[in-house]
């Protein structure tokens, strides 16, 4: 410790004060940056629950539609990898893919997308562009890193029609504004080679209370 007269003693007192609160606001934002990081693992985890809830809750009923309007798509069931941070369009996205004889599962960060890709290799991709942990652009690019992966169609998913260009550049098959159309859903995955007996998919999603807007579809 420094000896010395009161001014010299103040002056270092005052250094020390001043490491003392740098220290402390580094602290405080370490702390804060833990506490929002918990608090978004925990958004993730009771969005799950919900999801997961509000699946089973549905399923036979969703299975009792899709078995009475005969909906089919191919023999093997096709594989649809939702990548949504939003928990109530997930939801509507699950039942939608569902109703179309689709299997789709679910992913609510982009790190956790990725995982999926990697473990469950769908066959499209539905991804929304704002993930909480990561932009949807980098998602695609690691996708389109990964051999194993680089081929599955990816739509990505906006409210922002301006990220279209951006998002086909970067290595998507195609772009769908927020909020979605159940005919855009449709051409999106018919335009990825997932073929889909249509009267049936519209009879069956009707019977589940959805406006598929069957007017609005072009040819």
């Not at 990561?134 to 990220?163: K, Q, T």
Request: proline residues 5%.
């Amino acid at each position: 410790m420094p000896s010395g007269d009161t001014k010299t003693l103040d002056h270092y007192r005052n250094r020390l004060m001043r490491r003392a609160e740098a220290i402390q606001r580094r602290l405080d934002e370490v702390t804060r940056a833990a506490r929002e990081e918990l608090v978004s693992i925990k958004d993730e985890i009771r969005a799950l629950d919900s999801v997961k809830e509000n699946l089973e809750e549905d399923s036979e009923r969703r299975a009792n539609i899709v078995d009475r309007e005969s909906v089919r798509v191919t023999k093997n069931v096709k594989t649809v990898l939702i990548v949504e941070k939003n928990p109530n369009y997930t939801q509507a996205l699950v039942m939608q893919i569902g109703l179309a004889g689709l299997k789709p599962i679910v992913a609510i960060t982009g790190e956790g997308g990725l995982r999926m890709a990697e473990e469950c290799h769908p066959d499209l991709i539905l991804l929304e562009v704002e993930l909480p942990d990561m932009n949807g652009l980098r998602f695609v690019s690691a996708i389109r890193r990964n051999p194993e992966a680089d081929r599955v169609p990816i739509v990505a998913m906006s409210a922002f029609p301006d990220l279209k260009p951006r998002c086909l550049e970067r290595g998507c098959n195609d772009f769908l504004l927020k909020p979605l159309r159940m005919i855009d859903l449709i051409r999106a995955s018919e335009n990825s080679c997932i073929k889909i007996q249509r009267f049936q998919f519209y009879e069956a999603c009707e019977s589940a209370g959805y406006n598929v807007g069957r007017g609005q579809e072009t040819r």
